[in-house]
């Protein structure tokens, strides 16, 4: 991994920004393509909640020179208020240029097929005589498990088996998109290996669940159709810059998930699930290097507009990628979408909670180097004051967050993914 000191410069890269003799942009006006009515929100859960306040309290204005440059092609387009390919000509052209930077110092990161692990290599194996013994075992190992354990298990597992929706949100972005589905460019290989690497994750965690006898995999895998084909809107703008931020942010999520379900395994008494876990967290953290990296070249390249993608990617906050998830019966009986409840569980059990999302703002705070910026514009300024100071505004909110919970009262509430046993949680 590249050195943090040989990444950052101190001023932003002059090409890339207005100069006192260049003229202003030509301001394009928006094409609207579609104006339909968005769907009404369920409420949010308080750990969202908290860092939703705090996202949106002293945020800086929203960065309106991405609609002001020169675009490519027509220019930005407006969908639900939601501007699109909203990278300008001369960071397009950066981003484009990436390409010898991703194939020497990304790709490098991914492993050989012949090095990867594979589910088959935690599983019974059928094709043994004592395959009924191991599987007899395995239940016996997953007994010991809590249902609000298995709940976060399989909730993190759904997420996993949306892979077509990650793979399709990659390929969103301009600049770095796979535009045959084959092609040879570091770019287009990386997120098709990548996205070979994250199957196994899925497909393991599913064969574990299913052979536990613990979970109702048919209401896991309506969740899972209903989630991909829903899809998801992280609010990147087809926009690398912040693409590349949602990505590095929300790998090290994902580690911190699986990790934490991996300890909270092997303190039950199932190793083996242990492992599970925690080899796939283990492929989210080479993950996230490998994203952390492009960004830390954006940075080194653009300082500027990548402070300024940084900021706008955290005032919208980073939407959870399985936030559309829909087992078509929980909202019905509860009033609340399945996810919310999922992230409940997850905060209660200590898996991810709004602490988490603090602490890994201030990693890639560090990591970046924010604070020792200089040379930026008045209005990249303001967007890495407000960055720089979102971390300690979170974990107050959710300090006070988790007190109101607190004095509140529990409720029993079922998950259709444990054949509709009961949860006790706050609500």
């Known amino acids: ?33 579609a104006q339909v009515q968005p769907a009404r929100p369920s409420q949010p859960n308080r750990a969202s909640t908290a860092v939703q306040a705090a996202a949106i309290a002293d945020a800086p204005p929203a960065h309106t020179s991405r609609v002001s440059e020169k675009p490519l092609g027509e220019g930005p387009t407006v969908i639900n208020g939601q501007v699109l390919h909203s990278l300008s000509k001369e960071r397009l052209a950066l981003v484009n240029s990436l390409e010898p930077y991703v194939r020497e110092r990304v790709m490098p990161l991914l492993k050989p097929v012949e090095k990867c692990w594979q589910p088959a290599d935690f599983l019974p194996d059928p094709s043994k005589g004592d395959y009924l ?29 949306a892979l077509p929706t990650y793979m399709a949100m990659l390929n969103t972005l301009d600049g770095v998109r796979d535009e045959t589905g084959a092609e040879k460019t570091a770019w287009g290989k990386w997120t098709r290996e990548w996205t070979a690497e994250e199957n196994r994750h899925g497909d393991l965690m599913n064969k574990y669940c299913m052979l536990s006898g613990r979970v109702n995999m048919k209401a896991v895998e309506v969740t899972i159709q209903n989630l991909i084909g829903s899809g998801m809107d992280p609010k990147t703008e087809n926009n690398p810059y912040l693409g590349f931020i949602y990505t590095s942010f929300q790998e090290r999520a994902t580690k911190i998930s699986h990790g934490t379900t991996a300890r909270h395994a092997k303190d039950y008494g199932d190793k083996v699930l242990g492992q599970i876990t925690g080899a ?44 559309m998830m829909d087992d078509m019966v929980h909202k019905g009986r509860t009033g609340r979408n399945i996810f919310q409840d999922f992230s409940t569980v997850a905060e209660s059990t200590g898996t991810y909670t709004a602490q988490d999302y603090a602490s890994i703002l201030e990693h890639l705070i560090q990591r970046w180097e924010l604070e020792g910026l200089e040379g930026l514009s008045p209005e990249a300024q303001q967007a890495q004051e407000y960055v720089c100071k979102l971390p300690p505004r979170i974990r107050r909110l959710a300090d006070r967050t988790l007190m109101r919970k ?18 006790n949680m706050h609500i």
């Not at 013994?133 to 088996?161: H, N, S, W």
């Not at 990296?293 to 990628?321: C, H, N, S, W, Y």
């Open 133 to 161: 013994d191991q599987l007899a075992e395995l239940r016996k190992r997953t007994d010991c498990l809590p249902d609000d354990y298995f709940v976060v298990l399989v909730g993190d597992m759904i997420t996993e088996e």
């Open 1 to 33: 991994m590249a050195g943090h000191s040989t990444i950052m410069q101190p001023r932003p890269c002059k090409a890339l920004l207005p100069s006192a003799k260049a003229p202003r942009p030509e301001r394009v006006s928006h094409r609207v393509v």
């Open 280 to 323: 796939i967290a283990s492929d989210e953290g080479r993950h996230e290097s490998a994203y952390c990296r492009i960004v830390d070249e954006l940075f080194r390249k653009d300082p500027e507009g990548t402070t300024l993608a940084f900021a706008d990617m955290m005032k919208k906050q980073i939407v959870m990628p399985a936030h």
């Open 406 to 423: 607190e004095k509140g009262k529990k409720r029993e509430v079922p998950f259709t993914w444990i054949y509709d046993r009961t949860i």
